[in-house]
């Protein structure tokens, strides 16, 4: 495991598990997805990287009812957690990098993860979620027009801005940006400063 990785699976990452289990938080989540997949696009399978308990599955499971759903994180107790409130999803314990499937997967999300991975990796992150993805790729995170890194929590290392859906963009050039939007913190339903860009494989 790299810097980060052992980071989010240990001690940090055990504690940002019940800074994030809430039913307001919850709801705020719901409403998030809902602005984004308000058009309701022909999703039957999704893969999250990074999903911790599971807030953002728990959400998309409520529009894409029928969608087999899957699992990567990282960090043991988060997945012990969603394996209890959801025993029909397939929850794998892995690093995003380290995980490998030849299956592929209608919608391939990463909300508030790419942020944490070193830099160095993430031309592998790229190819790992347009691997898995046979046709959307939903990148909500941070934006930042030039990369940035910041301090997290007051962590180095931890945390960095850029501009992910272009890079994914320029390095997978059948990407095609369908819709993008932000949410605002101050929002009524609020999830945080996110910029979030849906691609999709063009044939």
Partial sequence: MNEQEKFWSGKFGNNYISRN?????????????KKIFIKKYKINSI?????????????LEKIYKKSKITSVEVN?????????????????????LNFKTKLKFNLVLCKGVL??????????????IY?????????A????????????RNHK????????????MQAHKNLKLIDYGFVYHKDKYPVDNINWFLLKKIK
């Fill in 21 to 33: 289990n809430s039913k307001k938080l919850q709801k705020n989540n719901d409403y998030f997805f």
């Fill in 47 to 59: 893969i999250e990287l990074g999903s911790n308990i599971g807030n953002n599955l728990l959400s």
């Fill in 115 to 128: 942020i944490h991975i070193n830099p160095k990796q993430l031309e592998k992150v790229y190819r790992q």
């Fill in 157 to 168: 290392n931890k945390l960095f801005k850029r501009d992910f859906a272009f890079e994914m």
């Fill in 76 to 96: 043991k107790q988060a997945c012990s957690i969603l394996k209890k409130k959801r025993s029909n999803y397939k929850i794998i314990n892995d690093t995003i």
């Fill in 141 to 152: 995170e941070y934006f930042s027009p030039n990369p940035e890194k910041i301090k997290y």
């Fill in 131 to 139: 691997s898995l993805s046979n046709k959307y790729i939903l990148i």
